[in-house]
């Protein structure tokens, strides 16, 4: 099968393994998905055109100024407004648009939660409310809980401020990428640790469900050294898939590839019958 587009990051679903879909792009015309977990153990053949049309506009580009975007979209679209990047920043709970109000209304005024995932190590984040398994498929978690629910995104992120002086909210994609030991008591400690530290003010939006998601995803075999390249360095190339994992794909020599941050590519691929 041969299949020609622009990269969007992969769709998933839980379930008791992570399903990928693969979510392209003809520039911006929609594409059929593909389910990306039907590849594991076949050989991909990719050819990068050396073209990135933005995500937003479309418009041709020798690259992308960042996540897919061109420079005038990534400072003028919302899908790349600064609440986006920092929650903190969210003003539409008090009636101010930073840049859309119908999108900022409709996915930033809605509840949002706090959460702890493990990727590499335990570490702090915010989503919105409902969408905490997705966050977590995208991340490489393999185990993630709520903390709080709160009623809008500027105040998750507030929350999100304050505990990122305590625990970290980084992930290392190589050691996300490796097998990664699961301790779910050791969420539910720091859960507890959290509502501590974050009483009594915030104590209205704890959230007593101390349920934690258990995630696995379609790995064969993970390669004992990791690499990872770019399209830009490595327009064209094969490889046997061996698993996914987050939004990297992982080649059975160990070579690896995040696809989101190639969002707005354009490639040919070829996926093994």
């Known amino acids: 099968m041969i299949w020609t587009g622009n990269l969007r990051k992969m769709r998933t679903e839980t379930g008791s393994v992570v399903r990928y879909f693969w979510s392209g792009k003809d520039v911006l015309d929609e594409i059929p998905e593909l389910n990306v977990n039907q590849w594991i153990g076949k050989k991909l053949k990719w050819n990068y055109e050396g073209v990135v049309h933005c995500v937003v506009t479309?418009?041709?580009?020798?690259?992308?100024?960042?996540?897919?975007?061109?420079?005038?979209?990534?400072?003028?679209?919302?899908?790349?407004?600064?609440?986006?990047?920092?929650?903190?920043?969210?003003?539409?709970?008090?009636?101010?648009?930073?840049?859309?109000?119908?999108?900022?209304?409709?996915?930033?005024?809605?509840?949002?939660?706090?959460?702890?995932?493990?990727?590499?190590?335990?570490?702090?984040?915010?989503?919105?409310h409902g969408r905490e398994q997705y966050r977590w498929n995208d991340q490489g978690a393999v185990e993630g809980i709520v903390v709080c629910v709160t009623p809008y995104r500027?105040?998750?992120?507030?929350?999100?401020?304050?505990?990122?002086?305590?625990?970290?909210?980084?992930?290392?994609?190589?050691?996300?990428?490796?097998?990664?030991?699961?301790?779910?008591?050791?969420?539910?400690?720091?859960?507890?640790?959290?509502?501590?530290?974050?009483?009594?003010?915030?104590?209205?939006?704890?959230?007593?469900?101390?349920?934690?998601?258990?995630?696995d995803y379609p790995i064969t075999v993970i390669p004992d050294k990791l690499t990872s390249f770019k399209l830009e360095k490595v327009p064209v190339g094969e490889g046997l898939l061996s698993g996914v994992k987050g939004q990297y794909l992982i080649f059975e020599d160990g070579r690896t590839i995040n696809v989101r941050s190639h969002e707005g590519c354009r490639i040919t691929l070829e996926i093994e019958d």
Not at 65 to 91: H, Q, V, W
Not at 186 to 194: A, F, P, R
Request: hydrophobic content about 35%; glycine content about 4%; overall charge negative.
């Open 58 to 128: 479309g418009i041709e580009m020798e690259r992308a100024y960042r996540m897919g975007m061109s420079k005038d979209a990534f400072f003028n679209s919302p899908l790349s407004c600064p609440s986006i990047i920092k929650p903190e920043l969210s003003t539409i709970h008090m009636g101010k648009a930073l840049r859309d109000r119908e999108y900022e209304e409709m996915y930033h005024n809605v509840p949002h939660v706090v959460y702890i995932s493990r990727t590499d190590k335990l570490k702090v984040g915010v989503t919105g």
């Open 154 to 215: 500027q105040l998750a992120g507030e929350i999100e401020v304050y505990l990122k002086n305590h625990y970290n909210d980084k992930t290392f994609w190589k050691n996300m990428l490796k097998d990664v030991e699961r301790n779910p008591n050791e969420l539910l400690d720091m859960k507890e640790e959290c509502f501590k530290l974050l009483s009594p003010v915030y104590e209205p939006f704890f959230h007593d469900d101390d349920t934690v998601s258990k995630i």
